[in-house]
C-alpha cells in the first residue's frame, strides 16, 4: 500500500483544518491507519488511529474531543482526520500510517508503511 497525505496549511488558533491520506495498491490488506504529528525537535507523536473494516477510532488525550478520524463514506480509500478548535500546540507535520496486521499501537516503530508528511501550522 502508498499512502498520500494532503490537507495541511496555515490556520488562527480555533480555526479548523481537514486533513486527507489516500491509500493506493493493497489496501485489502491494511488493518489499521494512524496518524501522527512531529513538530520542529520533537519527537514523532501519536494523533489519532482508526481500524480499517468497522471503523473503531482511537485518540491522543492531546486531542480527544476536537480531532475526529474517519473513512470517507464515499472514497473508501481515503481516510480523514478532521481537526477543529485547533491550538498553537497542535503545529507540526502530520503523517499517515498504515499496518497490516492486528492491532492499533501508538508506537510508531509498529506501522509498515508511511506516507508523506503535510505542514499545519496554527498561530496565536
Known amino acids: 500500500v502508498q499512502l498520500q497525505a494532503s490537507g495541511g496549511g496555515s490556520v488562527q488558533a480555533g480555526g479548523s483544518l481537514r486533513l486527507s491520506c489516500t491509500a493506493s495498491?493493497?489496501?485489502?490488506?491494511?488493518?489499521?491507519m494512524g496518524w501522527f504529528r512531529q513538530a520542529p525537535g520533537k519527537e514523532r507523536e501519536y494523533v489519532a488511529g482508526?481500524?480499517?473494516?468497522?471503523?473503531?477510532?482511537?485518540y491522543s488525550d492531546s486531542v480527544k474531543g476536537r480531532f475526529a478520524v474517519a473513512r470517507d463514506n464515499a472514497r473508501r480509500n481515503v481516510v480523514h482526520l478532521q481537526m477543529n478548535s485547533l491550538k498553537p500546540e497542535d503545529t507540526a507535520v502530520y503523517y499517515c500510517a498504515a499496518r497490516n496486521v492486528p492491532g492499533a499501537p501508538t508506537d510508531a516503530a509498529q506501522y509498515d508503511t508511511w506516507g508523506n508528511g503535510t505542514l499545519v501550522t496554527v498561530s496565536s
Open positions: 495498491g493493497r489496501t485489502f490488506g491494511s488493518y489499521f
Open positions: 482508526i481500524r480499517w473494516n468497522g471503523g473503531i477510532t482511537y
